[in-house]
């Protein structure tokens, strides 16, 4: 597949390989992969796989926790959940079949699954609506044989990327489709030399979409240090893998009273040049409990000074205490540690 330049393109430089598990840190991987979203009726299917990996002192990992899910989504009238199975079992994720995606699904996670606010279960329940979002570029990278997709999901103004006077929207006003879009080639992210450094990935088949994400925490002087990453790819008509979203972040959050210290997001891989500066949008944390993040950046991080996947890694943040908590129980690590 020809992967043209285009004017109004982003930045276009993924992460070249995944660091190295660092002695006394923990780090949560999941991936959900999308089934489906070349075509515009039928189901869609996602498929989440997460696991938590503690690395003790001595560099050894362990897994702490893993979990499955698979969630179908109806979509001949509304999109709804139509199933949801779970690996272990999630009590009460029954509750989600027939809610609406993604229009309050968060919601009803919440109310279902009060318990697992934090869990891998509930992480993968909560990247669906973003994982519904996606689904749309499997037909955007690559227009079916009827033409370029009609951006039926297109709100203006929903985010940077989205904005009015921006380049997709433009595009649909004067061409009633999107311009040209397909990404890098991704690179690898598997390491030959720590194979643990993801949980087991399944070959994502042609046009089929993955989110990709991960969260490494360590303790150092006082602050819970965050190294975390989302990746979205799609696997084009070629069978290469191509990078659609990837932001970086990081950020310090002191270890005891879980305040936002520093953070920062790295753009690395966005469709639009309008969509990078979404990125400052982090920086309104910095203060904030990270503990309320979820239900802060659900509610004021809306508009074109935020982007709607980089508010699903951010959102990620919120599992940061369990993490540390986890970090602490299993290793004794929550502490400055000799790296």
């Not at 989504?73 to 949801?84: E, G, L, W």
């Not at 904030?288 to 508009?303: H, I, M, N, S, W």
Request: glycine share 12%; net charge negative; proline share 8%.
């Amino acid at each position: 597949m020809i992967r043209a330049g285009h004017p109004g393109h982003g930045p276009r430089i993924p992460a070249a390989a995944t660091p190295r598990r660092r002695p006394g840190s923990i780090r949560r991987t999941s991936t959900v992969d999308i089934v489906g979203g070349r075509e515009l009726s039928g189901p869609l299917v996602l498929r989440g796989r997460g696991r938590d990996l503690l690395t003790d002192p001595a560099g050894t990992g362990f897994e702490l926790a893993h979990a499955a899910v698979e969630v179908e989504i109806d979509r001949t009238a509304r999109p709804a959940v139509a199933r949801v199975t779970a690996d272990p079992p999630l009590p009460g994720a029954e509750a989600l079949v027939g809610a609406s995606v993604p229009g309050g699904f968060r919601k009803a996670i919440a109310a279902a699954l009060p318990a697992e606010g934090s869990s891998l279960g509930h992480l993968l329940l909560d990247d669906v609506p973003g994982a519904v979002i996606i689904s749309g570029y499997a037909w955007a990278v690559e227009p079916g044989e009827n033409g370029p997709h009609p951006g039926g999901m297109a709100q203006a103004d929903i985010c940077s990327g989205w904005r009015s006077d921006g380049t997709m929207m433009v595009s649909l006003r004067r061409a009633g489709g999107l311009p040209p879009m397909a990404g890098p080639v991704a690179p690898d992210l598997a390491d030959p030399d720590d194979p643990a450094a993801w949980h087991e990935l399944a070959p994502l088949g042609v046009h089929g979409v993955r989110r990709r994400r991960r969260l490494d925490l360590t303790v150092h002087d006082g602050l819970l240090d965050v190294d975390a990453m989302f990746r979205d790819t799609y696997v084009d008509s070629d069978g290469d893998e191509t990078v659609v979203h990837e932001y970086g972040l990081s950020a310090g959050i002191d270890a005891a009273t879980f305040t936002v210290v520093t953070v920062a997001a790295q753009p690395r891989v966005l469709p639009w040049v309008e969509c990078p500066l979404a990125g400052a949008s982090a920086d309104r944390l910095v203060g904030t409990d990270v503990r309320a993040v979820r239900g802060l950046v659900g509610g004021a991080f809306r508009g074109i000074s935020t982007c709607t996947h980089l508010n699903d890694l951010l959102r990620s943040l919120g599992d940061v205490e369990a993490l540390a908590a986890a970090l602490g129980k299993n290793s004794g690590a929550v502490r400055p540690v000799s790296l």
